[in-house]
């Protein structure tokens, strides 16, 4: 599985296939965005990235494996 990166400042939101997972594809959670402020690891291979979300009510740490970046791409919608 490839891997999923994010650096400080990245809009971005929850990935489609997470929302999916757990059956939150029209939700709140799906209309959340927010931006990159740090991102720290916890254990050996996890990543958490902490995100000021534009005025929705989110966790502040999310599993960075979570969230897509916000713009075309096949993390943040159906494209295809």
Known sequence: MK????????????SVQFLRSIG???SDMAQARGTV?????LGATT???QIDWHGFDMPERVNVQ????VGPNTRFANCG
């Open 3 to 14: 891997t999923f990166k994010v650096a400080l400042g990245d809009e971005v939101a929850y």
């Open 24 to 26: 939150m594809s029209h």
């Open 37 to 41: 402020k740090n991102v720290t690891l």
């Open 47 to 49: 990543l958490l990235a």
């Open 66 to 69: 979570n969230l897509a970046k």
